[in-house]
């Protein structure tokens, strides 16, 4: 669909990539298993397109471990674990996110979290941030029977806010946030400044819009 800014009844947002940069903390976590395997830390840079992935992206590129291996429950329990240790030790809000929330604060414009992050560790997080005190729902990745790319967790929010799926907008930097967006029925930016992910070109994903910076969002909305 063409993107309708008119309408827009709440506004939603992926977590990781989107609204944090959490890959300092995911990848310190990764590079600690590697240290105790006598293996040399990976870059930040390398690690920070799989943080969208989650432990199976970071096990994935530090371990070399796909979740078929035998030892990969194991691994990623330890990886939660670790990453849980250090859950908001460099972790913070992308720039402007922190104006972008407010401004939608002022005009009275709800807005929500739908993440896959599990609500263990996405509700101490958001927490941490100050973002639970104005969010009006936070969906984590085991909130319903389903994560994204399903849309059930997006239609939960869109329940809980108690808006029509079509009145909302949903805004992620992975293509999974995208397609789970259109399968609920609402209108999809792409966060260009996320972590976008190995696969396909962020032009490929057919998000209704592709945001620059957090900013953008607030001009494409009429509210700056």
């Not at 560790?121 to 973002?131: D, E, N």
Request: glycine residues 8%.
């Amino acid at each position: 669909m063409a993107f309708k800014p008119s309408g827009v009844a709440a506004v939603l947002f992926d977590l990781d990539g989107t609204l944090v940069d959490s890959a300092p903390d995911l990848a310190g976590a990764a590079n600690e298993m590697r240290q105790i395997r006598g293996l040399a830390p990976l870059s930040l840079a390398t690690l920070r397109p799989l943080v969208g992935a989650g432990a199976r992206g970071m096990l994935g590129a530090a371990l070399n471990v796909a979740p078929e291996h035998d030892e990969y429950e194991a691994l990623k329990q330890e990886f939660l674990d670790r990453y849980e240790q250090r859950l908001t030790r460099e972790t913070a809000m992308f720039d402007h996110v922190q104006s972008m929330l407010h401004a939608l604060d002022q005009t009275g414009l709800p807005w929500g979290v739908v993440t896959n992050k599990v609500e263990r560790f996405a509700i101490p997080l958001v927490t941490a941030l100050g973002l639970h005190t104005h969010a009006c729902v936070i969906i984590g990745g085991d909130t319903t029977p389903h994560a994204k790319p399903h849309p059930a967790p997006l239609l939960e929010a869109a329940r809980r806010a108690d808006v029509t799926p079509a009145c909302c907008i949903y805004v992620g930097d992975d293509e999974r946030d995208i397609v789970a967006g259109r399968a609920a029925g609402m209108q999809t930016a792409a966060a260009a400044w996320g972590y976008l992910g190995n696969g396909a070109s962020i032009a490929d994903w057919r998000a209704d819009i592709v945001l620059s910076s957090p900013l953008e969002l607030l001009q494409v909305l009429g509210l700056a």
